[in-house]
C-alpha cells in the first residue's frame, strides 16, 4: 500500500497502466465488507442481549425477593392478628369477671349501708332511752 498523494491536478489519466477489478471480484469485495459490519453488528447485539438477561435476570431476583418479602409480612401480620385476637379475649374475659365483681362489691356496699343505717337508727333510739332515763331520775339518785 503505497501513500496517497495530496493535492495536484484531478486529471483523468488515458491509456492501460491500471489494473481494473473485474465485478466479481468487487462483488467479492463488497461481500466480505458486508461481512465484517454484520459480525460486528452481531457482537453488539449479543452484549446488548446479555445485558437484557443480566437485567432480565436482575429484575426476577428482585421480583423474587419483593415476593419474599410480602410473603413474609403476610405470615407477620398473620401472627399479630391472631395474637391480637387472643389478647382481645383475654381482655373481654377480665371485663367480664371485672363486671361481675363490681356487681358483687356493690351488693356488698349495699349490704354495709342497710347495716348500717340500722345501727345508726339503734344507736339514735339507746341515746333517746338514755335521756329519758336521766330525764326520770331525780338528780339526788344520780349522785
Do not use: C, W
Request: aromatic share 2%; glycine share 6%; no cysteine.
Amino acid at each position: 500500500m503505497g501513500k496517497k498523494k495530496k493535492g495536484g491536478s484531478k486529471k483523468k489519466k488515458e491509456g492501460g497502466g491500471g489494473t481494473a477489478l473485474d465485478p466479481a471480484a468487487l462483488a467479492a469485495k463488497r461481500n466480505e465488507l458486508e461481512i465484517e459490519r454484520l459480525k460486528r453488528k452481531a457482537a453488539t447485539t449479543t452484549v446488548i442481549a446479555r445485558k437484557a438477561s443480566f437485567t432480565a435476570l436482575e429484575v426476577k431476583e428482585a421480583h423474587d425477593a419483593l415476593v419474599g418479602n410480602l410473603e413474609a409480612h403476610r405470615l407477620d401480620m398473620k401472627d399479630a392478628t391472631f395474637n391480637l385476637q387472643r389478647e382481645y379475649k383475654t381482655l373481654d374475659r377480665e371485663a367480664h369477671d371485672l363486671r361481675h365483681r363490681n356487681q358483687i362489691l356493690e351488693a356488698r356496699i349495699e349490704q354495709l349501708t342497710l347495716e348500717l343505717e340500722r345501727k345508726d337508727d339503734t344507736i339514735t333510739r339507746l341515746r333517746s332511752e338514755l335521756n329519758l332515763a336521766v330525764a326520770v331520775v331525780p338528780p339526788q339518785q344520780a349522785e
